[in-house]
């Protein structure tokens, strides 16, 4: 019974360490299966991530390009061409100055007495306008005139006398002589008379007065300065190659700041008959009508204009792009690109060219962003693309 039990006891065991043997190689071969499925999620996992990254990537390049394609687009701004008036102008700037102006002298040491003109009296050539102290003339002149009475008297019978030859020939010559000395004499006494009379020069408006009543004035002092206002003219210097674009009686403009900004009225009076050689200029006069209400002395910018067009086609000169010495424009296309242009103008003012071909009305330049373009360049409308933005926001709300 004891080897019995004892059989028992080993049969059990063995049958204990085949059990456990068995679970063990049941758990081995879980772990290789649980491994090949991990490592074949981990695979597809991998290749998901790669196709991914791949599109990724894709999308990126797509919109890298897609952002090429619109920094390619530069915005600018356009103006259609229209057509109007444009002048061709040489512009020069001066002071204006009148050509009649004179000042008046005292020609003798007298007191003034009376003073019959002020400052802004229109006056007339030869008009009295001061009277100087004329007693002691006016002595003098009636004294030389009874002088001179007597002596045509004496003279008339020395004359009778000489003719019939009752007195000798030397007392006929001294009474000839003594007539005719008393003669000049009256006309010394009138002339200095006629010092104590200041009349004026010309015709104009007195401008300034340096003399009161009652001064003691001197021989060659300064009293009166009188100008024309109807001689104030612009004097300009063109340069001798503008010389066959000018002619008198062209039309020039005046520009007065102190006199506001208007434009007043001229003409070429006339043209110098040389040429400066050290300037090479010409000068030109420009005359000036009284009614412009200019004075001499303003600074004046003067406008000569050499010619017209009445129906040209304009390009501002914002549009322009120099490059040496030649002028281009950009011009917008119906493909939203620009050409650029070589222009050569024909005419030309202030704000505007006008071109000698290519352009027409109605073609459409670019006057901001071209220092950006070149010809062919992509463009889009600065003006247009707000518009629609705006658009767009407004049937968003």
């Given at each position: 019974?004891?080897?019995?039990?004892?059989?028992?006891?080993?049969?059990?065991?063995?049958?204990?360490?085949?059990?456990?043997?068995?679970?063990?190689?049941?758990?081995?071969?879980?772990?290789?299966?649980?491994?090949?499925?991990?490592?074949?999620?981990?695979?597809?996992?991998?290749?998901?991530?790669?196709?991914?990254s791949?599109?990724s990537?894709?999308?990126?390049?797509?919109?890298?390009?897609?952002e090429?394609d619109?920094?390619?687009?530069v915005?600018?701004?356009?103006?259609?061409?229209?057509?109007?008036?444009?002048?061709?102008?040489?512009?020069?700037?001066?002071?204006?100055?009148?050509?009649?102006?004179?000042?008046v002298?005292?020609?003798?040491?007298?007191?003034?007495t009376?003073?019959?003109?002020e400052?802004g009296?229109?006056?007339?050539?030869?008009?009295?306008?001061?009277?100087?102290?004329?007693?002691?003339q006016?002595?003098?002149?009636?004294?030389?005139?009874?002088?001179?009475?007597?002596?045509?008297?004496?003279?008339?019978?020395?004359?009778?006398?000489?003719?019939?030859?009752?007195?000798?020939?030397?007392?006929?010559?001294?009474?000839?002589?003594?007539?005719?000395?008393l003669?000049?004499?009256?006309?010394d006494?009138?002339?200095?008379?006629?010092?104590?009379?200041?009349?004026?020069?010309?015709?104009?408006?007195?401008t300034?007065?340096?003399?009161?009543?009652?001064?003691q004035?001197?021989?060659?002092?300064?009293?009166?300065?009188?100008?024309?206002?109807?001689?104030?003219?612009?004097?300009?210097?063109?340069?001798?190659?503008?010389?066959?674009?000018?002619?008198?009686?062209?039309?020039?403009?005046?520009?007065?700041e102190?006199?506001?900004?208007?434009?007043?009225?001229?003409?070429?009076?006339?043209?110098?008959?040389?040429?400066?050689?050290?300037?090479?200029?010409?000068?030109?006069?420009?005359?000036?009508?009284?009614?412009?209400?200019?004075?001499?002395?303003?600074?004046?910018?003067?406008?000569?204009?050499?010619?017209?067009?009445?129906?040209?086609?304009?390009?501002?000169?914002?549009?322009?792009?120099?490059?040496?010495?030649q002028?281009?424009?950009?011009r917008?296309?119906?493909?939203?690109?620009?050409?650029?242009?070589?222009?050569?103008?024909?005419?030309?003012?202030?704000?505007?060219?006008?071109?000698?071909?290519?352009?027409?009305?109605?073609?459409?330049?670019?006057?901001?962003?071209?220092?950006?373009?070149?010809?062919?360049?992509?463009?889009?409308?600065?003006?247009?693309?707000?518009?629609?933005?705006?658009?767009?926001?407004?049937?968003?709300?």
């Open positions: 019974m004891r080897f019995l039990a004892s059989g028992m006891r080993l049969l059990l065991a063995l049958c204990l360490l085949l059990s456990l043997g068995l679970g063990t190689a049941c758990n081995r071969s879980d772990d290789a299966g649980s491994g090949d499925e991990t490592e074949a999620v981990d695979g597809d996992s991998d290749s998901n991530e790669d196709r991914d791949k599109k990537k894709k999308k990126d390049k797509d919109g890298e390009d897609e090429d619109e920094e390619e687009a915005p600018i701004e356009v103006v259609a061409l229209e057509r109007g008036k444009i002048e061709s102008l040489l512009r020069f700037s001066t002071n204006l100055e009148a050509e009649n102006e004179v000042q002298f005292s020609e003798a040491e007298r007191k003034v009376r003073l019959l003109v400052e009296d229109d006056v007339a050539k030869g008009q009295l306008l001061v009277r100087l102290q004329d007693e002691a006016r002595t003098e002149v009636a004294r030389v005139e009874s002088q001179l009475a007597k002596a045509k008297r004496e003279y008339e019978r020395q004359t009778n006398l000489w003719e019939q030859k009752l007195i000798s020939e030397e007392t006929y010559t001294e009474a000839t002589h003594t007539r005719e000395q003669e000049l004499a009256l006309r006494a009138k002339r200095e008379l006629g010092y104590t009379e200041v009349r004026a020069p010309i015709k104009g408006t007195i300034e007065r340096f003399v009161n009543v009652g001064d004035v001197t021989v060659n002092q300064h009293l009166f300065d009188i100008v024309d206002f109807d001689s104030i003219v612009a004097r300009v210097y063109v340069p001798e190659k503008e010389l066959h674009r000018l002619k008198p009686g062209q039309v020039a403009r005046l520009f007065a102190a006199a506001g900004a208007e434009a007043r009225a001229g003409a070429v009076d006339r043209l110098a008959p040389r040429v400066d050689p050290k300037s090479g200029t010409v000068k030109v006069t420009v005359a000036i009508p009284r009614g412009e209400n200019l004075l001499p002395g303003m600074y004046v910018t003067v406008e000569l204009i050499t010619e017209v067009h009445e129906d040209a086609v304009l390009v501002p000169k914002k549009a322009l792009v120099y490059d040496a010495d002028i281009f424009v950009f917008m296309k119906d493909d939203e690109t620009v050409e650029r242009l070589l222009i050569e103008a024909a005419l030309q003012d202030r704000d505007n060219i006008e071109p000698a071909s290519i352009l027409a009305a109605g073609d459409r330049v670019v006057v901001g962003g071209q220092s950006s373009l070149k010809d062919g360049s992509m463009v889009r409308l600065v003006g247009a693309e707000e518009s629609e933005e705006g658009a767009e926001e407004q049937e968003a709300s």
